[in-house]
């Protein structure tokens, strides 16, 4: 089994630290505990590195992202970020958003629900991980031109800075930010999310890369 990051445990006594609610009993993270701790071990136990990002527990493998275990309202779950390419002859992968190509997710509500699929977790797991080591890639499809949201044409606009990073990041990498940015219902949060990842779009990275 890999070994327990302390950076984890903190995750799993605070949040992810992304909202007022982090460190209180209204936490998401503390309505899943249980069912995080046995994906947590799961996961270690196929071998993979624990790491922190995004807030969250992220799984990687000689440096590149595999999987991330994480909890929402309603559910705790394991997702992989290149879900897509798993042979998923279980029928247990979702796709966590319509416009979603890549990530894959599997959700939970109980621990006994992980115990049942731990053998499908594992050998997926195991198949995202052989994914990520043969360097085999996600084929993005190019026909879907999604608009800007009017805050980042405004910034993109005024900093030519940031728009030649932008114009020279890869389709999967534009495509992300899109849809996270324009996920947010008010423009002050997508104002906030185009805040925080500007240093990453100017470094030429997408939103999963290191």
């Not at 423009?187 to 990842?197: E, W």
Request: include cysteine; glycine fraction near 6%; proline fraction near 3%.
């Amino acid at each position: 089994m890999s070994s327990r990051n302390i950076e984890i445990d903190k995750y799993l006594s605070d949040g992810c630290g992304r909202c007022s609610l982090g460190g209180t009993p209204d936490c998401k993270v503390h309505a899943w505990q249980d069912e995080l701790k046995s994906l947590r071990e799961i996961v270690l136990d196929c071998g993979l590195t624990e790491e922190r990002k995004w807030g969250i527990p992220c799984y990687t493998i000689e440096g590149k992202n595999v999987s991330i275990v994480s909890a929402v309202k309603s559910y705790a779950s394991i997702s992989f970020f290149k879900g897509v390419l798993i042979s998923d002859h279980h029928n247990i992968l979702e796709k966590p958003g319509a416009n979603c190509q890549s990530d894959r997710v599997v959700k939970f509500t109980s621990v006994a629900a992980i115990r049942s699929l731990e053998p499908a977790l594992r050998e997926y797991i195991h198949q995202a991980i052989e994914i990520e080591r043969s360097g085999e890639k996600v084929k993005f499809d190019a026909k879907l031109e999604l608009e800007l949201p009017i805050e980042l044409a405004n910034r993109l606009a005024f900093s030519a800075e940031l728009k030649r990073a932008w114009e020279i990041l890869t389709p999967g990498r534009k495509r992300g930010y899109i849809l996270f940015i324009s996920a947010a219902k008010q423009s002050k949060t997508r104002d906030a999310r185009i805040d925080k990842y500007i240093p990453s779009i100017l470094q030429g990275k997408g939103m999963h890369d290191q």
